[in-house]
């Protein structure tokens, strides 16, 4: 069975950065886009962006353009999201998710990140 | 990239039918069929429903059923029963070579 299990919760300072792992198992890791999402307490999902294992190739959503870093370590089938000068609005629950035929399934357990001073 | 529009909630009664509305643009929704469905629950991470507008994956009942006109996509839920109350959202492949998730509608079972 597909598994995604990413890293544990962070509690991190305004300004600082977070980084995020995704492990998936279970499938072939260079096959299949894996997607991160994210989720603000009480709010709605946000796509934040997608990397594909094989060749490292990125699409970010343009509200993250320059702030976030898809990347892949191929030799542990993982994948890592890492977001910089975080703010008090990017506390939220984060995602990752394989990309299928245009949805995404599975997902992972999710990820919560505070951000607080 | 605005979120895809859904109504906040919709309710029905067990056994009776109820549909969820997710409008977008000709951007997204109105030319591509990677139109999927989530289905979330409280405190767990959201669940692919329906994707490509109208396909289920195994193990979802066949009383979901999605559908695509124009720039608005549908999800319907026949029969509904008590297990189906939970937060959906829609998703869509977009012209920016990303993806958009809509707004999110709470389902109650009356």
């Known amino acids: 069975q597909v598994h995604l299990v990413q890293s544990a919760a962070e509690v991190k300072e305004p300004g600082a950065s977070m980084k995020v792992s995704c492990k998936a198992s279970a499938y072939i890791f260079n096959t299949y886009y894996i997607h991160w999402v994210r989720q603000a307490p009480g709010q709605g999902l946000e796509w934040m962006g997608r990397?594909?294992?094989?060749?490292?190739?990125?699409n970010y959503a343009q509200n993250f353009q320059g702030r976030v870093t898809m990347t892949r370590d191929t030799s542990i089938s993982t994948v890592y999201v890492e977001v910089t000068r975080l703010r008090s609005d990017d506390t939220a629950m984060y995602y990752c998710?394989?990309?299928?035929?245009?949805?995404?399934?599975?997902w992972g357990q999710g990820t919560l990140v505070t951000v607080s001073s | 990239q605005s979120a895809l529009t859904q109504p906040p909630s919709v309710s029905g009664s067990p056994g009776q039918s109820v549909t969820i509305s997710c409008t977008g643009t000709?951007?997204?929704?109105?030319?591509?069929?990677?139109v999927s469905w989530y289905q979330q629950s409280p405190g767990t991470a959201p669940k692919l429903m329906i994707y490509e507008v109208s396909n289920r994956p195994s193990g979802v009942p066949d009383r979901f059923s999605g559908s695509k006109s124009g720039n608005t996509a549908s999800l319907t839920i026949s029969g509904l029963q008590a297990e189906d109350e939970a937060d959906y959202y829609c998703s869509s492949y977009t012209s920016s070579s990303t993806y958009v998730f809509g707004s999110g509608t709470k389902v109650t079972v009356l």
């Open positions: 998710a394989k990309g299928v035929q245009g949805g995404f399934d599975p």
């Open positions: 990397i594909h294992p094989n060749s490292g190739a990125t």
């Open positions: 000709s951007s997204d929704v109105g030319s591509y069929n990677r």
